[in-house]
């Protein structure tokens, strides 16, 4: 390796890797039980927004349609624990509708190992479906995102409708075991809570290998100009394709983290309006890199906690402010603050980039917009061209 | 097809919406040939250029390529991996790509999902990417964001981009507009590199970076083969005097007592 030639800077974030590491494993020995599964799920959290941004960060594509993919990993997990909480017989909700039998396509997630790999794998072939027809027949921007929208109200509507199957408006709920402990237990929470952590890191580490590999390349280029990648003789669609349907498997993954967590999935989890927010962690926590993602999922869903119990009201107003505020004032996120810090941090930066006409296209609009005009001359013309 | 021939346009139309930009052209390129496409504004050069990359697909016609392959059925991401580059006329750049990384995914190279995933970049691929450098004069901006390149270091980025893939065939679209004399010049003798290896078709307006070239001309004008020869008998042609020259050398006269 060539860790030798490594930069002060390099080193510190290395440094900074770890102790986040160190941190998040050992969450459990100095937070309380209650804090410690509300952690839990942001991390399920965090590991979609990771998903999300290798498809909207990386390629460029917005899906507002996450919400499913998390939300069919969720009732893939919600279905088996349902079934080993009723014990051989019929699940509650199903008795209540009038069924008399467990429905053929239930039986296919009464085994732990297949109920996981479905979580994985329906959310993944969902958007493995979508994607070949969509990207093949260069249906992208905001046509493929409405598209996500639709799919989303199409998946919720057959969860809401179909109660006899599915548990409708009020989901599935009512757990007991996993794999025979008991989910009420401390201590079956603290594994599944470093299950979960683990499950992070590793997705965090596989999106760090995609990025950095020439196929993340190819999928930054596909971003930058998709007609240029196609002549240079890479199919995009194909390229597009892929990363969606791992997103989405991604997603699937963290909606079986999630419901182990959280006891219940019900159509309102995953939804327009949850699809739309794990958009939003993306974009404050800064899209294009993974640490921003994942801490935006993390530190949002904290602050969405903290700041609505106490003022219910005013979350949403704050959030949309937050949102706001990042897409005028930093277009990647809170991430790229420190990335490349822009000049209206630093004063007296900002004047020496003032007077020298800024060599970079960074920085706020109205800096740049400054930048224009000023080309090369003092901010004294600038002024009188102003004037 | 004879030998020697690398491409053989024949026949080609091209309809928009009852429009004919392109009637009948025929279009021929032997192996190594540099050949200028020069005509008035809206003569369909740039789409005669789209059809042979796979952009715009004829209403009829045939374009042969190589081995007897009709290409005009294939997507555009095959035919440039048979061997068809293609410049367009604004430089397109990854320009949130560095300028190496740029060069990086432009060269020849497997292009499955698989091949990308594991690809590393070996010290001979690093050589003649560090050496493309040094040909285009980026040498020293290999860390460069692309996007804040100027417009001609744009230009021969993409043109570096091109010669990476290592095509057989070189579509370039008005490779000097825009650019400053120096520049101009420069593009020049990357262009006479370049056409020592590789068939190259120009589409150009500058008639004065033309006449550098001792080199085959085909002019077009309406979508139709107008002429087809050296620069000194294109400029001896009447026809083509009346319909481009012609004109040129009004503009030109307008422009300098302006």
Same mark, same amino acid.
């Given at each position: 390796?060539?860790?030798?030639?490594?930069?002060?800077?390099?080193?510190?974030?290395?440094?900074?890797?770890?102790?986040?590491?160190?941190?998040?494993?050992?969450?459990?020995?100095?937070?309380?039980?209650?804090?410690?599964?509300?952690?839990?799920?942001?991390?399920?959290?965090?590991?979609?927004?990771?998903?999300?941004?290798?498809?909207?960060?990386?390629?460029?594509?917005?899906?507002?349609?996450?919400?499913?993919?998390?939300?069919?990993?969720?009732?893939?997990?919600?279905?088996?624990?349902?079934?080993?909480?009723? !014990?051989?017989?019929?699940?509650?909700?199903?008795?209540?509708?009038?069924?008399? +039998?467990?429905?053929?396509?239930?039986?296919?997630?009464?085994?732990?190992?297949?109920?996981?790999?479905?979580?994985?794998?329906?959310?993944?072939?969902?958007?493995?479906?979508?994607?070949?027809?969509?990207?093949?027949?260069?249906?992208?921007?905001?046509?493929?995102?409405?598209?996500?929208?639709?799919?989303?109200?199409?998946?919720?509507?057959?969860?809401?409708?179909?109660?006899?199957?599915?548990?409708?408006?009020?989901?599935?709920?009512?757990?007991?075991?996993?794999?025979?402990?008991?989910?009420?237990?401390?201590?079956?929470?603290?594994?599944?809570?470093?299950?979960?952590?683990?499950?992070?890191?590793?997705?965090?580490?596989?999106?760090?290998?995609?990025? *950095?590999?020439? #196929? *993340?390349?190819?999928?930054?280029?596909?971003?930058?100009?998709?007609?240029?990648?196609?002549?240079?003789?890479?199919?995009?669609?194909?390229?597009?394709?892929?990363?969606?349907?791992?997103?989405?498997?991604?997603?699937?993954?963290?909606?079986?983290?999630?419901?182990?967590?959280?006891?219940?999935?019900?159509?309102?989890?995953?939804?327009?309006?949850?699809?739309?927010?794990?958009?939003?962690?993306?974009?404050?926590? !800064?899209?294009?890199?993974?640490?921003?993602?994942?801490?935006?999922?993390?530190?949002?869903?904290?602050?969405?906690?903290?700041?609505?119990?106490?003022?219910?009201?005013?979350?949403?107003?704050?959030?949309?402010?937050?949102?706001?505020?990042?897409?005028?004032?930093?277009?990647?996120?809170?991430?790229?603050?420190?990335?490349?810090?822009?000049?209206?941090?630093?004063?007296?930066?900002?004047?020496?980039?003032?007077?020298?006409?800024?060599?970079?296209?960074?920085?706020?609009?109205?800096?740049?917009?400054?930048?224009?005009?000023?080309?090369?001359?003092?901010?004294?013309?600038?002024?009188?061209?102003?004037? | 097809?004879?030998?020697?021939?690398?491409?053989?346009?024949?026949?080609?139309?091209?309809?928009?919406? &009852?429009?004919?930009?392109?009637?009948?052209?025929?279009?021929?390129?032997?192996?190594?040939?540099?050949?200028?496409?020069?005509?008035?504004?809206?003569?369909?050069?740039?789409?005669?250029?789209?059809?042979?990359?796979?952009?715009?697909?004829?209403?009829? &016609?045939?374009?042969?390529?190589?081995?007897?392959?009709?290409?005009?059925?294939?997507?555009?991401?095959?035919?440039?991996?048979?061997?068809?580059?293609?410049?367009?006329?604004?430089?397109?750049?990854?320009?949130?790509?560095?300028?190496?990384?740029?060069?990086?995914?432009?060269?020849?190279?497997?292009?499955?999902?698989?091949?990308?995933?594991?690809?590393?970049?070996?010290?001979?691929?690093?050589?003649?990417?560090?050496?493309?450098?040094?040909?285009?004069?980026? *040498?020293?901006?290999?860390?460069?964001?692309? !996007? *804040?390149?100027?417009?001609?270091?744009?230009?021969?980025?993409?043109?570096?981009?091109?010669?990476?893939?290592?095509?057989?065939?070189?579509?370039?679209?008005?490779?000097?507009?825009?650019?400053?004399?120096?520049?101009?010049?420069?593009?020049?003798?990357?262009?006479?590199?370049?056409?020592?290896?590789?068939?190259?078709?120009?589409?150009?307006?500058?008639?004065?970076?033309?006449?550098? #070239?001792?080199?085959?001309?085909?002019?077009?004008? +309406?979508?139709?083969?107008?002429?087809?020869?050296?620069?000194?008998?294109?400029?001896?042609?009447?026809?083509?005097?009346?319909?481009?020259? &012609?004109?040129?050398?009004?503009?030109?006269?307008?422009?300098?007592?302006?």
């Amino acid at each position: 390796m060539a860790w030798r030639q490594w930069t002060p800077r390099q080193w510190w974030i290395l440094g900074g890797y770890a102790v986040a590491t160190a941190v998040l494993f050992a969450a459990p020995l100095f937070v309380s039980d209650f804090r410690l599964n509300l952690l839990a799920k942001f991390l399920a959290f965090a590991i979609v927004a990771l998903g999300l941004d290798l498809i909207w960060g990386y390629t460029g594509i917005l899906s507002l349609g996450h919400g499913i993919f998390f939300g069919l990993g969720a009732y893939a997990m919600a279905m088996y624990l349902k079934l080993e909480a009723s !014990g051989g017989k019929l699940p509650d909700f199903m008795s209540w509708s009038g069924l008399k +039998e467990l429905p053929l396509f239930w039986k296919l997630f009464e085994p732990f190992g297949a109920a996981v790999a479905l979580g994985l794998l329906i959310p993944a072939l969902l958007a493995l479906g979508l994607g070949f027809f969509t990207f093949r027949n260069r249906i992208r921007g905001v046509y493929f995102t409405i598209l996500t929208q639709a799919l989303v109200i199409i998946v919720t509507t057959l969860l809401v409708g179909q109660q006899a199957f599915t548990g409708g408006t009020n989901g599935v709920t009512g757990y007991s075991t996993l794999l025979g402990y008991s989910l009420a237990s401390p201590d079956t929470k603290r594994v599944l809570y470093w299950v979960t952590a683990a499950a992070l890191l590793g997705v965090f580490l596989f999106c760090r290998f995609l990025t *950095g590999s020439r #196929f *993340g390349k190819v999928l930054r280029a596909i971003r930058d100009g998709e007609n240029r990648v196609r002549f240079i003789g890479y199919n995009p669609a194909l390229y597009q394709t892929v990363i969606f349907t791992v997103s989405a498997g991604i997603a699937g993954l963290a909606g079986m983290l999630f419901v182990l967590h959280v006891g219940i999935i019900s159509p309102s989890m995953l939804g327009i309006v949850p699809s739309i927010e794990m958009v939003l962690w993306v974009a404050i926590g !800064g899209r294009g890199t993974l640490i921003g993602a994942a801490l935006g999922a993390i530190l949002m869903n904290w602050a969405k906690s903290e700041f609505s119990t106490a003022y219910p009201e005013g979350w949403l107003f704050f959030m949309g402010a937050l949102f706001v505020i990042v897409v005028v004032f930093l277009p990647k996120g809170v991430a790229g603050l420190f990335q490349s810090p822009p000049p209206w941090l630093n004063p007296g930066k900002l004047l020496d980039r003032v007077r020298n006409g800024g060599s970079g296209t960074r920085g706020g609009p109205l800096l740049r917009l400054l930048r224009k005009k000023d080309n090369g001359k003092s901010i004294q013309s600038v002024r009188r061209q102003a004037e | 097809m004879s030998q020697n021939e690398i491409l053989q346009c024949r026949d080609v139309t091209v309809e928009f919406d &009852g429009f004919k930009a392109v009637q009948g052209m025929n279009l021929d390129l032997h192996k190594g040939e540099l050949r200028f496409l020069i005509g008035p504004n809206g003569a369909g050069k740039t789409t005669m250029l789209d059809v042979i990359c796979g952009k715009v697909k004829p209403s009829s &016609g045939r374009v042969t390529f190589g081995e007897k392959v009709d290409i005009t059925k294939k997507p555009e991401h095959q035919i440039a991996e048979m061997g068809i580059g293609r410049k367009f006329q604004a430089p397109s750049i990854f320009s949130s790509m560095t300028v190496l990384e740029n060069l990086e995914i432009a060269m020849r190279q497997k292009r499955s999902v698989a091949a990308t995933l594991f690809a590393r970049l070996s010290s001979e691929a690093k050589d003649r990417l560090h050496h493309q450098l040094d040909m285009i004069g980026l *040498g020293d901006k290999s860390g460069h964001r692309a !996007g *804040g390149l100027s417009h001609g270091e744009k230009q021969w980025l993409e043109i570096g981009m091109m010669l990476l893939q290592e095509p057989e065939v070189l579509l370039l679209d008005e490779p000097v507009a825009g650019m400053t004399d120096k520049e101009t010049d420069k593009t020049g003798e990357l262009l006479h590199e370049i056409a020592l290896k590789r068939s190259v078709v120009v589409v150009e307006h500058d008639m004065e970076f033309v006449r550098n #070239f001792a080199s085959k001309v085909t002019v077009m004008h +309406e979508g139709k083969l107008l002429k087809e020869g050296s620069m000194e008998d294109v400029q001896g042609d009447e026809r083509v005097a009346e319909v481009y020259l &012609g004109k040129r050398r009004d503009d030109y006269a307008s422009r300098s007592t302006a």
